[in-house]
Every structure is written in structure tokens, then in C-alpha cells.
């Protein structure tokens, strides 16, 4: 995972699948107030554990946005509205 | 094709182990869309598992993969869930797995996550079976002592059960027998592949040699689609076996029926089930495990 931060956005590249690794990894990194611009280019897939985090975060009002999202998460973020 | 992943219950260990079973699935001929959606799959399961399968300490657990060579697809997923807690049978039941065997000390005694006395004897398992290729109707040989339990089993995995004739004609002279011995875990498998007149004279003698140099328990595998395995039933019932159950698609993508043979004896007060078809072959296996010991 390689990340930076740029004012209140962290920027976060994740080299492999979205899964409960990195979310743990992601919670670690994560500040309060954090903007969270996560690029899943590199992974072919997200699972539930990753869409439980994202839905959270939704959920607590905490902004992010996703880059390069794969199909299967694009069906899903359309049915859970993020 | 076949592979069986020992793995640790850690974190870190999930994604390697997705990426074998991505590279599995894409040795076996799938696609790479196919590829990535079993490794979704995989990454499921292991997740729950190694969430809350054993929240407190580090755990060992098998994940078994199983593809056709022929048709180079897999056609099912088994389990072998510890009895110790029902935990892991219930992620397995989450998924769709359906218990078809109860195979009593599996494994050695050992510490187990959240129990903090002894567990006092060795490890049962329930194996927890899915098929990934539908199967709609099984014709096969059902013994008589098992027909209505086997029936039950395959009924429960949603599979027709037709119960074939068996022409009496004369046993081969000989019988047909593979032994798998698991020394480090003190249990041994003994295939009947073809029932001869000297089946319970070699079988005696195997179970005897094994049992006297360690093994704690033999389990033995009839085939179902053998007319024999009707007869050979009771003559491992003569021996001392009792039902486990039943093993689908274990040996050359065929049903086997699986008695067992075990020393010393088992509390089953410690052996906890979740499924109700579990419960109903802990209860067979009880039993006759009484039966044996009444006739001693």
C-alpha cells in the first residue's frame, strides 16, 4: 500500500485486492478528519470486508472517493448508494 | 487434480493463500474472470475463518481443492470442521456446505482457543461437504444397516437417491485394499476398492498392525457404486467398525461410504455439532459405538 497525504486528503494506492488486510491497514492509517481518495487500480477484486468499511464510512458522514473502482465494486456501490 | 492448503490462522497468510487458489483455478482451465471470482470466494471463506474461527489464538485449519482432470473444473469443496466449538462448521454452513460424516479423532489432543482445562480426548471432525457442479441424482448401492441415514445425507444435499439392486453372484477371491497411514496424526485409511472373500481376514490384520504401532483410529471407505460394498458392510461391522458417514466424490470422483474403528473411548458431551444432519449421525455413530462395546 503506498499512501501520502495532501492538506486533510490521504491519498492511498492499494497494490493488490481490496481485503480485510489493508481495511485494517487503511483503519490504521486513517485519521479523524482524513478525505480518503482510495485507487484500486491494482486490485481485481473488493470483498466484504472492504465494502463493510466503505458503507461505514458512508454511514459516519466521512468523505472518500474511489479511483479505478472494479466492475463487481461498481455494482455493489450503486445498490449500497456511495 | 488435487491440493490441500495447511494454514495457519493469520492474517497475512489470507492472500497468499487466495493467490494459490487463483492459481489453482486457472491451472484447472478456468478463465481469468473464473480465476478471479474463486479467488473471491476463497478470500470469503478464509476471512471468516480466520475472523471467528478462533478469535482468541492462532489456529491451524486444511482448505482442500478438488478439480476433474477430464473436465478440468472443480466440483467440490469439503471441510473438516473441529467439533471442539461449532464455529467453523457454521461458516461453513453459511456457505452452503452440508455435513455428510462425523470422523472421530481426527486429530491429536491439543490446546484449544477458549477452553481453558483439557479437552481430555482426541479431536473429532465433521466433514462438511459442497458440490459445485450440481448433481442431481446419485444411483448407488446403499447398504441396508445405512440405508435411511445415507438416504437423509444425500437428501440434504439436495440429491435423488436411487437405491440399486445388488445380483448376488460369487466375491472375488481376493479383495482390492489401499492403506493411507498419517502417522504424525495417529490415523490410518484403509480404500476397499473391490470386497473378496479375505476382506475381514485383511482388514483384521491391518487395523491390529496399526493400532499396535500407534495409529488411534482406521477409517475405512467402501465405494458406493459397488454391489460388494453391500456384504462388506457387515463384515466391518464384525470387525469392530462403526458408521462415519458419508465421503462424497473422496476417491477418484466417487461416493464412499466411511466407517471407523477407533481405541479407547470418546465423551461425546465433548463433541459439539451445529447441524442438525451432524447431530443425527453423532447419534448413529454413538450407537453403535455402544453396540461394540456391549458385545466386547
Not at chain 1, 4 to 20: A, T
Not at chain 2, 60 to 75: H, R
Not at chain 2, 261 to 267: L, Q, V
Request: net charge positive.
Amino acid at each position: 500500500m503506498r499512501w501520502h497525504r495532501s492538506g486533510r486528503e490521504l491519498w492511498v494506492e492499494l497494490l493488490g485486492d481490496f481485503n480485510y488486510e489493508r481495511v485494517l491497514k487503511l483503519r490504521e492509517i486513517m485519521k479523524e478528519n482524513d478525505t480518503l481518495i482510495l485507487n484500486l487500480q491494482n486490485s481485481s477484486f473488493v470483498d466484504t470486508e472492504a465494502v463493510d468499511f466503505l458503507y461505514n464510512l458512508k454511514l459516519r458522514g466521512r468523505e472518500f472517493r474511489l479511483l479505478n473502482i472494479p466492475d463487481l465494486l461498481i455494482k455493489v456501490s450503486k445498490f449500497l448508494d456511495f | 487434480m488435487k491440493a490441500q492448503l495447511i494454514l495457519e490462522s493469520r492474517v497475512p497468510l489470507i492472500e497468499p493463500a487466495v493467490e494459490f487458489v487463483k492459481s489453482f483455478g486457472l491451472k484447472a482451465g478456468l478463465t481469468k474472470e473464473e480465476a478471479v471470482e474463486l479467488a473471491l470466494c476463497a478470500d470469503e471463506l478464509l476471512t471468516d475463518v480466520v475472523r471467528f474461527a478462533f478469535p482468541e489464538e492462532v489456529g491451524k485449519f486444511v482448505l482442500t481443492l478438488e478439480a476433474t482432470p477430464s473436465q478440468v473444473e472443480l466440483i467440490g469443496f469439503f471441510g473438516e470442521a473441529i467439533t471442539v466449538h461449532t464455529i467453523s462448521q457454521r461458516v461453513n454452513a453459511k456457505f452452503g456446505f452440508k455435513s455428510t460424516a462425523l470422523m472421530l479423532g481426527t486429530f491429536p489432543e491439543a490446546r484449544i482457543v477458549g477452553i481453558r482445562e483439557d479437552y481430555g480426548q482426541r479431536i473429532s471432525v465433521v466433514i462438511d461437504f459442497l458440490h459445485l457442479i450440481k448433481k442431481e441424482k446419485a444411483e448407488v448401492y446403499l447398504p441396508k444397516e445405512y440405508l435411511k441415514i445415507l438416504k437423509e445425507i444425500y437428501q440434504n444435499m439436495g440429491i435423488e437417491v436411487v437405491n440399486k439392486r445388488e445380483k448376488r453372484t460369487e466375491l472375488p477371491k481376493t479383495s482390492k485394499v489401499e492403506l493411507s497411514v498419517n502417522f504424525p496424526m495417529g490415523t490410518a485409511v484403509i480404500v476397499v476398492e473391490r470386497s473378496g472373500q479375505d476382506l475381514k481376514e485383511r482388514v483384521d490384520r491391518k487395523v491390529k498392525k496399526l493400532f499396535s504401532s500407534g495409529v488411534e483410529v482406521v477409517y475405512a471407505d467402501l465405494p458406493l457404486d459397488r454391489a460388494e460394498t453391500k456384504r462388506a458392510v457387515k463384515v466391518l461391522r464384525e470387525l469392530g467398525f462403526v458408521f462415519s458417514g458419508l465421503v462424497p466424490l473422496f476417491h477418484r470422483e466417487r461416493d464412499y461410504l466411511r466407517l471407523q474403528k477407533i481405541k479407547g473411548n470418546y465423551d461425546f458431551k465433548k463433541i459439539e455439532l451445529y447441524s442438525e444432519m451432524a447431530k443425527k449421525i453423532a447419534k448413529r455413530v454413538k450407537r453403535e459405538l455402544n453396540e461394540v462395546a456391549q458385545e466386547r
